[in-house]
């Protein structure tokens, strides 16, 4: 019998106290004869912590169970092979699964049977990715140049590139913007954050590291999501030309000006925050609602739309993509992304007849219809895609596949064109509108630019 399974993340054993399963050789527990509890954690990643896929191994690993306790894998009512797995002295799991080489990419539950004498079940979630290799490749040219250590956005305007790079947790003391010429992808001037005031407990702030980024007229906005706030530098020589308070924004992630205003994100909250250019002034904010009920809107990456004066934005948690009408700054509109899990990424045509949502938690993007919010279609492309541009000369639709090293070509209904292999972690790119889209590489360093021949 095919057994199926999958990726990558720990589940906390608390969904299921109420269900006593008894593991393969353990001793059986009277039904309903007890609560139970397990407070740890069991996942599961690829080897190297690198994506899951069909004959491929996918790596136990567990903390927090009762010593030398077993421990049952169930995938479609079967055990999987080499189950029950044993637990280390310490409460710790490592053990491994061969994925079949027919599992087809997708998120499987697997039933975690905890034995001997504290019985317990969960489930956690196992993602199998889909592996596209190159497709295409020889339709286009790429030319790579080292930019910064971590970068994380791109950004193109006032005739040049703009890139923010961060490197490690807090407190970070590595952290840059750089500007780039984007026909030589030469450096052409690069600044370093200043110092952030202290953490509560008195230790040292690091720097205000700066992750997204947005270009309007003479100046960049960039996010400084450790400090929950923003920046803004000059455009042409990068000196700062305000730094925000800490707790402005809430988890900023990412930027976008549209007609003298800046709109932010605040991750995981439902709020997009708006700011002036001129005046350099925070307005008020736009709050976001949810259509799902009992949930909230929980914003994550954010697309403007210019030619329709629309802005759209991805809710990560509750799977929607709101519609923000730029005339009036309020909400038109919420559809839900029915088949999407872990909605994080987002890219509009600039027309709004297309939003492309990408889903980190099963690797699919989604294809929507810009005025209904109807799902079109929607396409598996590699493990964890995490952002999105759309080339408006084109109309293609490029995706940064971070798990799969990859960038994804679509066409505009959805259909994959092309998969080019760049970097080791794609994390973000961009378009200049004239055919030549730009991605950052977190792994490498590396800024890629990608041109159809």
Do not use: C
């Not at 393969?24 to 609560?35: K, N, R």
């Not at 988890?251 to 997009?272: L, M, N, Q, S």
Request: net charge negative; charged share 15%; no cysteine.
């Amino acid at each position: 019998m095919t057994q199926k399974i999958l990726s990558g993340r720990w589940t906390r054993g608390v969904a299921l106290s109420a269900l006593m399963i008894a593991a393969a050789g353990a001793v059986a527990a009277e039904p309903f004869a007890g609560l139970g509890a397990f407070d740890g954690r069991i996942g599961a990643s690829g080897p190297d912590r690198g994506p899951i896929v069909a004959g491929g191994q996918a790596m136990i690993q567990g903390r927090g169970l009762a010593p030398n306790q077993p421990v049952t894998l169930r995938q479609g009512g079967e055990v999987l092979e080499g189950s029950p797995f044993t637990a280390d002295a310490e409460g710790g799991l490592q053990a491994q699964v061969t994925i079949p080489e027919g599992a087809a990419p997708g998120v499987y539950p697997v039933v975690v049977e905890l034995g001997g004498e504290a019985p317990f079940a969960t489930v956690m979630e196992l993602k199998v990715s889909a592996v596209p290799g190159p497709v295409n490749a020889g339709a286009y040219d790429l030319e790579v140049a080292k930019v910064a250590t971590r970068p994380y956005q791109v950004a193109v305007g006032e005739g040049a590139l703009f890139v923010t790079s961060a490197v490690g947790r807090p407190p970070v003391r590595e952290s840059e913007l750089v500007k780039l010429d984007p026909a030589t992808l030469k450096v052409i001037a690069r600044t370093a954050p200043e110092a952030a005031p202290a953490r509560q407990d008195g230790s040292d702030g690091g720097l205000f590291a700066v992750y997204g980024l947005g270009v309007a007229p003479g100046q960049v906005w960039v996010t400084n999501t450790r400090q929950d706030t923003v920046a803004v530098y000059a455009s042409d020589d990068l000196s700062l030309l305000k730094q925000f308070e800490p707790g402005t924004v809430g988890h900023p992630r990412d930027a976008v000006h549209h007609d003298g205003k800046v709109y932010v994100t605040a991750t995981f909250e439902p709020t997009v925050h708006v700011f002036d250019t001129e005046s350099l002034e925070e307005l008020e904010p736009i709050a976001l609602s949810s259509s799902r009920r009992g949930q909230d809107f929980t914003t994550a990456s954010l697309s403007l739309a210019a030619e329709a004066g629309k802005l759209f934005v991805a809710s990560l948690r509750s799977e929607e993509v709101a519609v923000i009408d730029l005339a009036t700054g309020e909400e038109t509109a919420v559809w839900p992304v029915d088949g999407s899990k872990g909605t994080i990424g987002l890219a509009a045509s600039p027309d709004g007849s297309r939003v492309y949502t990408v889903a980190q938690g099963n690797d699919m993007v989604s294809v929507l219809d810009g005025t209904s919010g109807a799902v079109l279609r929607q396409v598996n492309v590699g493990a964890s895609p995490l952002n999105a541009v759309v080339d408006p000369a084109t109309g293609h639709v490029y995706v940064a596949v971070r798990g799969g090293n990859a960038v994804a070509v679509l066409d505009a209904e959805g259909a994959l064109i092309a998969n080019l292999e760049v970097g080791a972690t794609p994390n973000h790119l961009t378009t200049d509108g004239a055919g030549h889209v730009f991605v950052v590489d977190q792994g490498t360093g590396s800024l890629t630019r990608v041109a159809a021949q």
